[in-house]
């Protein structure tokens, strides 16, 4: 026996033969003994060559599992999220919904319904479950066909780390080996998490958070049981049999779990008969986002991708922008207040849909109407199923039905074109009939309203001017409607809002806010452009010799022209860089002095933070920085700061100055007359005194501009169609666009204190005649006060005449 041995370990089958060999040269042994004794022999050597066979299959298979370095920094495909300032969610961007969870997070009673479902030894095997294998192998020989059977949390851990889903006998093995690697390098803690956080469960959703919030629109502390079991029942088949998909079957996997959680004394049996009861109410849940930002999130998406590529999607990314949660709400409301009465200002389009009602139909069948339509904007569709001449009845997919009177509609006069709308309704009939798909909206005392979607457009960007952070950004009516930005990527014509950046430009030539410039009709050489273009004031009307203060505030176009003319069109648009315009694209003809270039309004936005912040250029941003998964920040976007004064805190580069700071001012306060009395004074409502601002209005009123500020807050708003058609008659900067202006910064500023501008100390204030510009005595009736930078002041002969300590205050006394 010593002899044969060795061979035998190198020859397995030697063994046998060795060893019936040697029982031959002995006494014979009855059958039966021998018989067993042979069999126990060829057990033996089953096991040795299984042994044997395992073993060179390890060292085929070994080389292609993870190392322990591998597993250990495994990496979960987690979408990238973008919040705002305050930490508010405003989207989700990937293929993959993951919220990944420590253990500790997740509740107990869901982990144990998982392992009822998956794996109810989890915590006595070494990763392998034989007692599984044994019922897949038995499943093999009764029917001839792989099955599925002996999986453990584990070995599904490592197929969904590691392994393909192909049902083949390598990759089982594959699995195996593993599975039992993985248990010698990790706790079972450690691998019930991995797994909680990886299993897919359907419709997108990777891991029990992301479930919870896919299907029942909760965290996992808020689950109920019944909600777990759920939840623990769908690894079997996520895609076909989950509350969604397939309810019936999902329920019964449930009360599968259910069953399981009881058997093995994980519930009690109150607790088991009361969830199975329980019906279920899964339906599919957006992500949780904490409010509504989609043109500031598809912004800051772009803006991450290009600087981290297509991996921004899959590695847990959180994008911190600078916008406020509350003043994008703000801003939200005011554009859509704002472009819905300019639509109820032009009449009733009519209903957007008509469906033919049949006799006795029922609310499913309503709802089958209502079906292709779906909210805008807070805008409700409704179906008319009955009405009178006073009073309808509106259904709307939620099953209510809602009553809407001749009040209530009474502003839908028929729409005839931008300048005319028919008379008002005498009945309802006259607006829409039984069948019509209508939209309805509540109103601010919580009562339903008439309402229809605009065809209109506008843009709402607010800033702060002294960094560039954008506080709030609306690119149009409805994101889900237009995706176009009209913050960022509309070029428009800014028409008097530019004036200015004109004015600021002759100040730097030498006038003065006191300079006269005869506002009368403006000649040309050229013929054709003689009688081509004819450049007049709104007003139609001709005022003569007018000082510049003046001409701004009432937004005479006919001074402008003749001022750009005077400082040359060249220098002007050369002069705009300072302001952040580039001079190639702009015109370099006198049409810029009633703003013909094409600009965005976040580009006027940032030209009036110049002015704000006393004369420096910033750099508009949204994107404040990039996390990683575990917080570490991998990104912040480049800033400069307007700082004034003693910089030695800032951390931040300080902006260029490119604008003179008491031509900031001169500028400045003129604009401040603009709100005061000029072509902005319902602005004057806000009831504070540190504003300043301009309107814009376009030929035929194709674009309306407010841009406005204070020492705290810039921001612009637009409005105008796609199309470039006209708005209609009437409809300029301040009655288009200026309301939803003060509707922002109402609740913008409520928290500012009112803050003055800051008065550069070489100004010095002139007592001067308001119809000449000339110093005068405060015996004048026409005396008023004005601000000069003091090498291009008038010379005075009285000193009372000059003031260089009257605030800033005094040169709105007219």
């Known amino acids: 026996m010593e002899l044969l041995f060795p061979p035998a370990i190198h020859h397995p089958w030697l063994l046998y033969f060795a060893l019936i060999t040697e029982s031959e040269t002995r006494t014979p042994m009855p059958r039966l003994k021998r018989i067993v004794r042979n069999l126990f022999l060829l057990g033996i050597l089953a096991a040795v060559l299984g042994a044997v066979a395992l073993g060179v299959l390890y060292q085929l298979i070994s080389p292609k599992l993870p190392t322990a370095d591998q597993m250990r920094n495994v990496q979960f495909q ?107 390098y990790f706790s079972k803690d450690e691998i019930l998490e991995l797994y909680l956080n990886k299993i897919y469960l359907g419709h997108r959703a990777y891991g029990v958070a992301a479930a919870a919030q896919v299907y029942y629109g ?87 991708v290009n600087i981290l590529g297509k991996k921004a999607y899959t590695e847990g990314y959180n994008v911190h922008t600078t916008m406020n949660s509350h003043l994008q709400r703000t801003a939200i409301r005011a554009l859509r207040k704002g472009l819905e009465a300019y639509d109820r200002r032009h009449g009733w389009r009519g209903a957007e849909a008509h469906v033919q009602l049949g006799e006795n139909e029922t609310p499913a069948q309503w709802n089958e109407h209502l079906k292709p339509f779906r909210p805008v904007a807070g805008l409700v ?47 309802l009939y006259d607006i829409f009939q039984p069948g019509d798909i209508i939209r309805l909206k509540r109103g601010e005392d919580g009562n339903w309203l008439l309402a229809q979607i605009p065809e209109v457009q506008g843009a709402l960007v ?75 004031n709104y007003s139609q009307k001709f005022f003569g010799p007018t000082r510049l203060r003046e001409a701004m505030t009432h937004s005479r176009n006919l001074v402008s022209i003749r001022l750009l003319r005077a400082i040359g069109p060249a220098y002007a648009a050369s002069y705009a860089r300072r302001f952040g315009f580039e001079p190639d694209k702009l015109p370099h003809d006198l049409s810029l002095a009633l703003g013909s270039a094409s600009v965005p309004p976040l580009s006027m936005a940032r030209a009036y933070a110049t002015l704000a912040n006393g004369g420096y250029l910033i750099d508009p941003y949204l994107v404040d920085r990039i996390e990683n998964a575990d917080g570490e920040t991998l990104y912040r976007s480049p800033r400069v700061i307007a ?83 006209p708005l209609g008659r009437g409809e300029v900067g301040g009655r288009a666009a200026l309301p939803i202006w003060i509707d922002y910064m109402r609740e913008a500023l409520k928290t500012i204190p009112e803050t003055p501008f800051q008065r550069p100390d070489e100004l010095i204030s002139i007592r001067i005649n308001r119809k000449t510009g000339q110093p005068t005595s405060a015996d004048d009736p026409d005396s008023m006060i004005e601000i000069f930078r003091p090498q291009y002041a008038p010379k005075v002969d009285d000193p009372k005449q000059e003031n260089p300590n009257t605030d800033q205050k005094d040169y709105d006394i007219f």
Not at 282 to 304: D, K, L, N
Not at 503 to 529: C, H, M, Q, R, W
Not at 645 to 658: K, L, M, V, Y
């Open 78 to 184: 987690i979408p990238l999220r973008v919040y705002s300032a305050d930490g508010k969610l405003i989207s989700v961007f990937g293929e993959k919904r993951r919220i990944p969870v420590k253990l500790e997070a997740i509740p107990r009673n869901l982990q144990l319904a998982f392992i009822a479902g998956e794996d109810d030894r989890f915590y006595q095997h070494p990763g392998v479950d034989y007692e599984g294998i044994l019922r897949a192998v038995w499943y093999l020989i009764r029917t001839g066909h792989k099955g599925p059977g002996g999986s453990t949390i584990t070995m599904q851990l490592a197929r969904n780390f590691f392994l393909s889903f192909e049902q083949t006998y390598s990759r089982k093995l594959t699995e195996i080996f593993l599975a039992l690697k993985m248990e010698h």
């Open 218 to 304: 909760k965290k996992l502390s808020e689950l109920t049981l019944p909600e777990m079991a759920m939840i623990a029942a769908l690894p079997k088949a996520p895609s076909r049999i989950n509350p969604i998909s397939n309810p019936r079957r999902a329920l019964q996997r449930r009360n599968y779990v259910l069953g399981r959680m009881h058997e093995l004394g994980f519930i009690d049996e109150n607790q088991w008969k009361t969830a199975v009861q329980t019906p279920d109410r899964a339906y599919s849940h957006g992500p949780v986002v904490e409010f509504e930002a989609p043109y500031v999130a598809e912004i800051a998406r772009t803006q991450v």
């Open 381 to 427: 569709p409704g179906l008319v199923v009955e009405m009178d001449e006073n009073l309808a009845l509106i259904y709307l997919r939620d099953g209510q039905t809602i009553p809407v009177t001749l009040e209530q509609a009474a502003w839908a006069r028929p729409y005839k074109d931008r300048n005319h709308r028919g008379p008002r309704p005498k009945n």
């Open 462 to 536: 607010s800033l702060n001017p002294e960094n560039g952070a954008i506080q709030a950004l609306v690119g149009g009516y409805d994101f889900h409607l237009s995706k176009f930005n009209r913050v960022t990527q509309a070029e428009r014509q800014p028409g008097s809002s530019f004036k200015p950046i004109i004015y600021s430009a002759a100040l730097e030539k030498g006038y003065t806010a006191a300079s006269l410039i005869n506002d009368a009709p403006v000649v040309f050489d050229d013929p054709a452009l003689e009688k081509a273009w004819r450049p007049e």
């Open 643 to 725: 700082c004034r004064g003693d910089c030695s805190g800032q951390t931040d580069p300080r902006a260029e100055q490119t604008l003179d700071p008491a031509n900031a001012y001169i500028i400045t306060s003129i604009m401040q007359d603009v709100i005061r009395r000029g072509t902005g004074k319902k602005a004057r409502q806000l009831g504070r005194a540190d504003l300043a601002g301009k309107t814009g209005t376009t030929n035929d009123q194709r674009d309306a501009w407010f841009s406005g500020f204070n020492p705290k807050v810039v921001t612009t708003t637009w409005v105008g169609f796609d199309q470039l058609s």
